[in-house]
């Protein structure tokens, strides 16, 4: 990572009032710190019209299991064509591996691989990461806005754990609750 690089996540974690400690530990368990990371994730189906910035609908059996996007699926004319939103959306990117209809909802409208800088690569999870905060933190702690942002939403076990307990130990060992005394209740 370089200076440059380095100062976006700073200014992005001051902007959003998001600890860097936690940035900095996403992008290590995401991304290796490797700002090209991309994945396909075709069971991803939580697809937004990027016409009205609202969730696409339901996807039918046959388009959940599709390559190929719907006649009716919305797509940026002159950025990409249908099967490449289809796509792109279902794919993460970047150093926090956001998923592309994620980034689509706060608003990206550029090429998918432009978050795949530290810029933009920032910016939209941490837009991602400010409405988790807000909607989790308070009962959950920063554990289970943590567990959101890599399943949605903070989901319990029997024992207390979440679904996704080993990713959140991840990113705990990687540093992303340092700034912190109470790891799980904020």
Request: hydrophobic share 40%; net charge neutral.
């Amino acid at each position: 990572m370089n200076k440059d690089e380095a100062q976006a996540i700073a200014s992005h974690a001051s902007f959003y009032e998001l600890p860097k400690e936690l940035l900095m530990a996403i992008i290590k368990v995401e991304s290796a710190i490797n700002k090209f990371a991309y994945r396909v994730e075709p069971p991803y189906r939580y697809l937004v019209n990027v016409a009205s910035k609202q969730p696409f609908r339901r996807l039918t059996p046959a388009e959940n299991k599709s390559e190929v996007a719907p006649k009716d699926f919305p797509y940026i004319r002159g950025l990409s064509s249908r099967n490449t939103e289809w796509l792109g959306q279902q794919a993460s990117w970047g150093p926090m591996q956001i998923m592309g209809a994620v980034a689509r909802e706060y608003g990206f409208t550029q090429a998918f691989p432009e978050l795949c800088s530290y810029v933009a690569g920032t910016k939209f999870p941490c837009l991602h990461l400010v409405n988790l905060k807000k909607r989790f933190l308070e009962k959950h702690g920063w554990a289970g806005v943590v567990a959101a942002y890599n399943a949605g939403s903070p989901r319990y076990i029997d024992g207390g754990d979440f679904e996704n307990q080993v990713y959140v130990d991840k990113i705990r060992e990687h540093g992303g609750f340092d700034f912190m005394e109470d790891n799980q209740h904020g």
